[in-house]
């Protein structure tokens, strides 16, 4: 079963930097490419990278991923309190046809 | 406006069956793959199925493989999960969500707002 492995939770004050990593067991990151959702509470994901690096037009470049042969990661800058949401990674497993999400990371902004 | 509206989400026994809808609007429903994404009471997203645009593609994940049975209606632009043998871990909020590919992946790029699903005697 592939398993994507992200930090629980992660928090910062207002206007700075957090990181979110997405690891992989049982199959190989560097062959796939990464997807980033946001989930803010009560609502419905939204998706915030695609394509590893990419951002949908709305949203903004605070926000921006990348990816390693072995994991990757989403970089929120600038916090904000409207960040405070679950992040989910998410990955297409060719091998075994299935779509992957990540088990979650909660960002709160101190 | 792409939208998508689950409906069908209920109480439902154990053992029991349920279908869900999800109507499709603000799109060429046909050129697109569909999914269902399911969360479960304070954790984390789980796909369980997609399928494509001519319905002749279908994958589900391990833990509805046999129970749950996606389908399409194109002239009604509606996606459809019939599930059967429903248990407690089957308990979510299920969400209907749009496939776009670009040259490189796909991804789910809009959402429902889900139904609930609630498994209990």
């Known amino acids: 079963q592939s398993v994507l492995t992200q930090p629980p939770s992660v928090s910062a004050a207002p206007g700075e930097k957090v990181t979110i990593s997405c690891s992989a067991s049982?199959?190989?990151?560097?062959?796939?490419?990464m997807s980033w959702y946001q989930q803010l509470p009560g609502t419905a994901p939204k998706v915030l990278i695609y394509?590893?690096?990419k951002r949908p037009s709305e949203i903004p470049d605070r926000f921006s991923g990348s990816k390693s042969a072995t994991s990757a990661t989403l970089d929120i800058t600038g916090l904000q309190t409207g960040d405070e949401a679950d992040y989910y990674c998410?990955?297409?497993?060719?091998?075994?046809?299935?779509?992957?999400f990540g088990t979650g990371t909660k960002v709160t902004v101190l | 406006e792409v939208q998508l509206v689950e409906s069908g989400g209920g109480l439902v026994q154990p053992g029991g069956s349920l279908r869900l809808s999800c109507a499709a609007s603000?799109?060429?429903?046909?050129?697109?793959?569909m999914n269902w994404v399911r969360q479960a009471p304070g954790k984390g997203l789980e796909w369980i199925s997609q399928?494509?645009?001519?319905?002749?593609?279908?994958y589900y994940a391990d833990s509805v493989k046999g129970r749950f049975t996606i389908s399409r209606d194109n002239a009604k632009s509606s996606l459809n999960l019939q599930m059967n043998s429903l248990g407690a871990e089957d308990t979510a909020l299920y969400y209907c969500?749009?496939?776009?590919?670009?040259?490189?992946?796909?991804?789910?790029?809009?959402w429902g707002q889900g139904t609930l699903v609630t498994v209990s005697s």
């Open positions: 969500a749009r496939t776009r590919c670009t040259s490189s992946s796909c991804y789910r790029d809009y």
């Open positions: 603000g799109f060429t429903f046909s050129a697109y793959e």
């Open positions: 399928i494509s645009g001519d319905t002749n593609t279908i």
């Open positions: 049982n199959f190989n990151i560097g062959n796939n490419y």
């Open positions: 394509d590893n690096d």
């Open positions: 998410a990955t297409w497993d060719r091998s075994l046809r299935v779509y992957v």
